[in-house]
Nanobody, 121 residues
Framework: QVQLVESGGGLVQPGESLRLSCAAS????????MGWYRQVPEKQRELVAN???????DYADSVKGRFTISRDNAKNTVYLQMNSLKPEDTAVYYC???????????????WGQGTLVTVSA
């Protein structure tokens, strides 16, 4: 089982920046994709950004040009640099990893506990 520890959320004003981190530990042989999702009350969780093991990244249209996802494979850590934050970015942000526990295991999905990002004047 994987443990995902997120950090970096908080309260900021519009236009400011935050950097989220998520470190994975536990029974991990290899991590394939790593990503960030977000959720607001009464809405479905949505993909914000995703990065493959080779560093190929995808972004939601709403964050393109403002957010940057990156990862440190040696540390099993994924980051989300969020710039030019807007009130509509307010949400609980969850990290997500797609991993295997051995060369022959099936793939597993792990979720972080969530970190709250609030953008308000």
């Amino acid at each position: 089982q994987v443990q995902l520890v997120e950090s970096g959320g908080g309260l900021v004003q519009p236009g400011e920046s935050l950097r989220l981190s998520c470190a994975a530990s536990g029974n991990i042989f290899m991590i394939y994709s790593m990503g960030w999702y977000r959720q607001v009350p009464e809405k479905q969780r949505e993909l914000v950004a995703n990065i493959t093991s080779r560093g190929s990244a995808d972004y939601a249209d709403s964050v393109k040009g403002r957010f940057t996802i990156s990862r440190d494979n040696a540390k099993n850590t994924v980051y989300l640099q969020m710039n030019s934050l807007k009130p509509e970015d307010t949400a609980v942000y969850y990290c997500n990893v797609d991993y295997i526990t051995s060369p022959i295991s099936r793939q597993f999905i792990g979720w972080g506990q969530g970190t709250l990002v609030t953008v308000s004047a």
